[in-house]
């Protein structure tokens, strides 16, 4: 055997074993039936705070300017369309988009979670993508979580005088990224290495959606940028009234 056919064994076998050790998670959302009904029903009522309180954001948003629900539509379908295209990746799972920066920045977290959870019951029944069980677990990872950090690093961008569409790709680009580290955490909680526990399963998970979620986080901040210089150019009253251009 010569060195390059070793090395491509050695490869060979690397990837099988990876693909016997991670469980297979079907996507970045959570499939139906992976997760144990416990640990559903408790995300489920963790996220429950995070709807109730998008409820009221939503509902004083359109108080103030019933314009808004256009751009509120709008949001929504934006985490709809680039949340559906899923990317393959290793061991069987794949990665996606999220989409839930740009309504973080316009509206505030609080209102993305209800965004999101329309969205995700929307796909788990339509689309097979995602599940009804798992609906709690992955509401607080990309609707919850990742829009919490979405607008954190947005306003802390402000605050720092960094160029606007700059903070705009660093706030959906991390929250992607975040939302990724919470899925991982949550299925590492689910099924712990044997070896290792909770730490190792977590590195685990992180590495398999690693090589195609990082550049798919940069491309979410590349079209989160555009989107928002398409707004500030065709709706400017709209983030006006928002009070998003004064921010």
Same mark, same amino acid.
């Given at each position: 055997? $010569?060195?390059?056919?070793r090395?491509?064994? !050695? ?11 991670v469980?297979?998670?079907g ?9 144990p009904p416990?640990?559903? %029903?408790?995300?489920g &009522?963790? #996220?429950?705070p995070?709807?109730? #309180? ?8 359109? +108080? ?6 256009? @751009?509120l539509?709008m949001?929504a379908?934006?985490i709809?369309?680039? *949340?559906?295209?899923?990317i393959?990746s290793?061991t069987?799972?794949? *990665? ?6 740009l ?7 609080s +209102? &993305? !979670? ?5 969205? @995700? ?15 709690? +677990?992955?509401t607080?990872?990309m609707?919850v ?7 954190g ?14 903070s705009?790709? @660093? %706030? ?8 990724y580290c919470?899925t !991982?955490?949550?299925l590492?909680l689910?099924?712990? #290495?044997?070896?290792?526990?909770? +730490?190792v399963s977590?590195?685990?998970f992180?590495?398999?959606? #690693? ?11 590349i079209? $989160? ?9 065709y709706a400017?009253?709209?983030?006006? %009234? ?6």
């Open positions: 055997m $010569t060195k390059k056919e090395k491509l064994v !050695s490869l060979a076998v690397s990837l099988a074993l990876a693909a016997g050790t469980p297979a998670a996507a970045m959302h959570i499939m139906e039936g992976y997760l416990m640990m559903c %029903a408790v995300w &009522v963790i #996220a429950l995070f709807l109730i #309180a998008g409820f009221f954001s939503i509902k004083r948003t359109l +108080a103030h300017d019933r314009r808004a629900i256009t @751009l539509a949001s379908a934006f709809f369309v680039i *949340s559906s295209l899923k393959p290793v069987g799972s794949c *990665s996606h988009m999220t989409g839930t920066g309504g973080a920045m316009l509206f505030g977290p +209102a &993305v !979670s209800i965004l999101g959870v329309i969205v @995700l019951l929307f796909q788990a029944i339509l689309l097979a993508h995602g599940g009804l069980t798992t609906l709690g +677990a992955n607080f990872s609707a979580a990742g829009p919490f950090v979405s607008y690093i947005y306003k802390l961008c402000q605050k720092l005088k960094v160029n606007r569409h700059v705009i790709f @660093l %706030a959906a680009c991390l929250g992607d990224l975040l939302t919470v !991982s955490f949550q590492a689910a099924y712990p #290495a044997a070896e290792g526990g909770m +730490a977590v590195v685990k992180l590495g398999v959606f #690693a090589p195609t979620q990082l550049p798919l986080a940069v491309l979410e901040g079209l $989160t940028v555009i989107v928002m210089i398409a707004l500030e150019s400017r009253p709209e983030l006006r %009234a928002l009070g998003f251009e004064e921010g």
